[in-house]
């Protein structure tokens, strides 16, 4: 849970106030005898360290050295582990870029080289989308994207895009090729690094003993070096993978952790804790609890270049994060990252700002709020049976999308820093269509459009009534127990009775809100109206609102629309579903990014959706961070997972 927001109210003035006192009461003492005393921590013992003022050399010819570049990241958690097959959390994704260079980057959902010489495509090199024959007992992957091996009866999706079901007869389904070549690089030890060290980091990925998501190994038939520098992946049959140009497996040092099991590696010290990389800094130093130091790699392949700028890097640990902020506004942090700072500090970055003490940083992330419509219930909730169908009037979700005031949400609760959203990717995706209906906040629209629903007050008590029962609009809204979801719960609730609907809001633990169905509330598709997040990707998730995502017993049968359900841990849990958007959606699966046919068919399932309102698309989540006004070429973007991924380019102006 964030820190509440009236805390830092009344804080902001106090720490702005400490911080410049501190700077200013530093500048009028003269020079004398400091007394430090430091905490090691390995020991726990206090360290009194005597720093004695020294006198002014005489004035030489000697050229000054230019002043060091030393950067301070504090950060509130510490890494576990810099294994990179069993890290996970984001200050070690963070030091990970420091130490092994990024093959590529996902800048605002697009892929960029950097250690690769360039990003395969289907419409330029490297991209081989073809069709090869199968017959039976080939492994494949089958019409739901399942790995099988091909047996009668098995539903596939041939090489000219058509459902098909195994007869025994071989036939031509699309196989995909993707080569891959890095730029010339060298391991910190000064070992090149090769084709075969990505090699070997595959087999490991696909280790039973490695504690990894098997998905796209076992979706892959081969891969294998072909030269010195340059890979080939080979998917299976009918895997039209969307992230073929991704498909690269991070090289790691072979020469130095072949003589290790899988097992081994978890926790040996070469891998976890002191690992040598390729990239533009070598980690010299880890003091548990207290800071990891790194300094540049004299032996990364952009070192003529002159980079890393940075002298080195040092990661403090500071966990308490009323110090985390004081530090950062004390000058002893250069920078604090997304991962440890949230919404209710921004009164007090901004204002820290606007005294000159930092720089902040705000950007939109790619988690996105919004609010569910229960379309289609399961069992007896709803539709009709425990409740009123209030949603399955598609003019009844346009008008409570046009009767909620989205952006007074984001000036609110995110003071004006993010954007609304109305689909379920950005708009700054590359994939949005720009002819997509955005519905405003319009409340006499909104009312207007309920009356022509049939759904009116007709008893004068303010709120409208079900047409066929008479019952009134009063419904709940779900969400977790947290700030955010209760201020936007509270403010939707305020836009509804503007519109002649009762809101009464609850709110759950994350486990519960998100269990299964059948027990579990929101997938369990029991609720009127749910508010969560979802994350938005550069492959539009269309398929969150398909049919065959609709959750339910796989032993049963959607009524509605004839198919089995796919089990409770699917994902649609309106129930909402559309023909026309189903084909959509499914012809995008078909196809691959660099193809007309998978741009335009994502682009029409988004009109679809916006136009159907299964959802109230809200906003997007934000990226906060600070640093100091001196740090140069600190870069957070939508897309790529950690704010230090351009470490490299990093400066310090002096």
Known sequence: MSRRRRWLGTAVFGLLGMALFTACHAQ???PTTVTVTRIVVETAVPQTILV????????????????????????????????PYSSTMPVETAVLHAIYENDFTTLSYEIQPQGLTAIPSLNGDGVVWRPVIVQTGDAVVNADGEVVSLVEGTRIITAVGEEAVFDGTPLPMNQLEVTFTMQPRTWADGEPVTAADSVYSFHLDANPDTPTSKFMTARTAAYEAVGDLSVRWVGLPGFNDAGYATRFWRPLPRHLWEQFTAVDLLNQQESSRLPIGDGPFKLVEWVAGDHIRLEPNPHYYRAEAGLPYLDSVTFLFIPDPNKLINSLLSGQCDIVTPDDLDVSQIPLLLAA???????????????????????NSWGNYGDARGRPDWFEDVRVRQAMTMCTDRQKMVDDILYGRTQLIHSYIPSNHPLYPPDLIQWPYDVQSANKLLDDAGYLDTNGDGLREDPATGAPFRVTLG????????????????????????????????????????????????????????????????????????????????RATGQPYTGWNAANETGWWHPDFDTACQTARHFLPGQSAYEEAHQQAQRIFAQNLPVIPLFLRLKISAAQPSIRGYQINPTQPSALWNLYEIDIQN
């Open 52 to 83: 004695a003022a020294t006198a002014e050399p005489e004035e030489t010819a000697t050229v000054e050295p230019a002043p060091r570049k030393d950067l301070v990241v504090c950060t509130a958690q510490e890494p576990v582990t810099l294994y």
């Open 479 to 558: 969400a977790v127990a947290n700030e955010m979801q209760q201020q936007i719960a509270q403010q939707f609730q305020d836009n509804m009775r503007d519109c002649g609907i009762k809101i009464n809001s609850y709110f759950l633990p994350t486990d519960e809100w998100y269990a299964n169905g059948p027990d579990g509330i929101l997938f369990g598709r029991r609720f009127d109206l749910g508010e969560f997040a979802w994350m938005a990707e550069r492959e539009p998730a269309c398929f969150l609102y398909t049919s065959w995502e609709i959750t339910g017993p796989d032993t049963e049968k959607n």
């Open 28 to 30: 009028s003492r003269p």
């Open 353 to 375: 700002e606007t005294s000159g003490l930092i720089q902040s940083y705000f950007q939109t992330g790619t988690v996105y709020e919004h609010i569910d419509f229960g379309v």
